[in-house]
Nanobody, 120 residues
């Protein structure tokens, strides 16, 4: 019923920038918050940044000041602008969203992931 589709990953040199996008589609009544997580092989999925429907943001210490999360509520889309990328930012990036499909049905949905590789 609800899909999250990510785009914008790729290969970038250290110090470079990328912008990730994640569009939610389907039967959406409202979105409470959206976020980005990342995961490397053999490790847990870690929070990168979140944003509430009211615009409040939260960042992992490792990305604060370099990454910016934002939304286009009209398009049900969340973005992650990543600047000054470092090799340790290499990971699969996943978006997630807390979505109500009706006034009483509310679930957390995940995208399929997009690879970000930072290497010279």
């Amino acid at each position: 019923q609800v899909q999250l589709v990510e785009s914008g990953g790729g290969l970038v040199q250290p110090g470079g920038s990328l912008r990730l996008s994640c569009a939610a589609s389907g039967r959406i009544f409202s979105i409470q918050d959206m976020g980005w997580f990342r995961q490397t092989p053999g490790k847990q999925r870690d929070l990168v940044a979140t944003i509430t429907s009211g615009g409040s943001t939260n960042y992992a210490d490792s990305v604060r000041g370099r990454f910016t999360i934002s939304t286009d509520n009209a398009k049900n889309t969340v973005y992650l602008q990543m600047n000054n990328l470092k090799p340790e930012d290499t990971a699969v990036y996943y978006c997630d969203a807390d979505i109500s499909t009706t006034t009483w049905a509310r679930l957390r949905y995940w995208g399929q992931g997009t690879q970000v590789t930072v290497s010279s």
